[in-house]
């Protein structure tokens, strides 16, 4: 079976010339090939992007019997464990994200807010006129101190660091070694693969102690962590999870939470920053406590500049997808980032206007930062959440310029789009008047900011 036209010449040129500018890559293909089109990366082997939205909802809501997204992350196990949810697929996954699901949801991410305003306030306080800061490594911080206290419940800031190093240092393992087993093997404490390994058990040690000194707590039934909800859920079997269930699902929440919503939040800085009348818009908006700007400013950064360009489906059988019979075996793209720039879709699309937000909803599956269907993003009510109190506070308590004429370049980092040099900033002043309003609130006054 013919696959989609797309991109010929050599793999490797291919590839170098998506990981140097993703975007423009892909709209260029889509542009030229149509909403369905095969590229061929580098240590992926083919893959159909689809730009259709009728297919793509098919994709996330249809029959999902021959499409599994796992077993693509399966790479990811040495450091996220067999029991992740990212690399499981039926049943097993299903069990596990139904597990997952409520701590995300509803009431439990207003008590999330109040984690993510105070590590936010303590994170830009710290910021001194003159300095010069890379924003994605400040948002970083900030994400990982969200997840340690919302999600693994630790409080004291010496646990906090000790785990950020502990789980840094696992997290930031090269693609490469964990591809390649040979390279993975321990040979002693001096070879890739011995460090590797020590690291992973330093980690696990610190997430296993979290674990049974919640399991030991008196107080469980009176925290709402993420950890002490997983301590108490049940399956339908009326099963708990193991500790090494909850160790993998602990260090996929932070793989997959910490550094995507940072990511996203540099980006976000790195339009207004560019851009006056958005900021001076997006500046009232934190001034007067109105969230729901805020959270569109989010929303539109993150059409613009999905963290994820597609999400990833393989074919168990042979199937039809927007016209075109795919053989079993295809990796199917789900292209977020081009549903996202379609102008049957979006008004003048390539404009930044998170106004176009505030007029109500999209229509459906137009925007689709967070995926869909049974895989959709179990984080994506903490990352909005996160992304509406960190603009806040910034936005509220100082002035940031960007320190190159020119938007940092968006690269391919790992599987994620980023920015090139994480949005560099310098800090110009502290705005006189700290305090943002209270979310929801309104106080017009806080917004008369004046140079320190
Ligand atoms: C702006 C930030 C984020 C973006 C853009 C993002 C995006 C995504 C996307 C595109 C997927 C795949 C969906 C699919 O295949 O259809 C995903 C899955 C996932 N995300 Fe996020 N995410 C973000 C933040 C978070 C956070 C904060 C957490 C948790 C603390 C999280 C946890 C997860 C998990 C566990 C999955 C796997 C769900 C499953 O396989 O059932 N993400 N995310």
Known sequence: MPLPPGPRGPVAVV????????????????????????????????????????????????????????????????????????????????????LLLPPFQGPRVAGFREIIRDAAEREVDRWRPGDELVLRERMRAVGFEVICRAVFGVREPARVEALRVALSAVLDTSALLLADERLRADHGRFSPGGRFAR?????????????????????????????????????????????????????TLLAAGHETTATALAFAFEFLLRDPAALARARAAAADGDDAHLEAVGRETLRLRPVLDATERTLTRPREVAGFELPAGVRVYPAIALIHRRPDLHDDPLAF?????????????????????????IGAPLAQAEIVEVLRV?????????????????????????????????VVRRLSRPRAAAPGGSSRSSSSAAPR
Do not use: M
């Open 199 to 251: 690291r992973l058990a330093v980690a696990d040690r610190l997430v296993h102690a979290e674990i049974a000194e919640r399991r030991r707590a008196g107080d469980l039934d009176a925290r709402d962590d993420v950890l002490s909800l997983l301590l108490r859920a049940r399956d339908e079997d009326g099963q708990a999870l193991s500790d090494a269930e909850l160790r993998d699902e602990l260090v």
């Open 353 to 377: 206007r998170p106004e176009r937000f505030a007029a109500g909803e999209t229509p459906p599956y137009s925007w689709l930062p967070f995926g869909g269907g049974i895989r959709r993003c």
């Open 15 to 98: 590839s170098a010339r998506f990981a140097h500018r993703p975007l423009d890559r892909l709209v260029q293909w889509h542009r030229r090939y149509g909403d369905v089109f095969t590229v061929r990366l580098l240590g992926f082997g083919p893959g159909v992007y689809v730009a259709d939205p009728d297919a793509v909802r098919q994709l996330f809501t249809g029959d999902q019997s021959d499409l599994l997204a796992g077993e693509a992350n399966s790479v990811l196990i040495p450091v996220l464990g067999e029991h992740s949810v990212l690399v499981l697929d039926g049943p097993r996954h299903l069990r596990q994200r139904k």
């Open 394 to 426: 910034a936005l509220s308590r100082v002035e940031l310029l960007p320190r190159t004429a020119r938007p940092d370049p968006v690269v391919l980092r790992g599987i994620t789009i980023a920015p090139r040099d994480g949005v560099r900033v310098r």
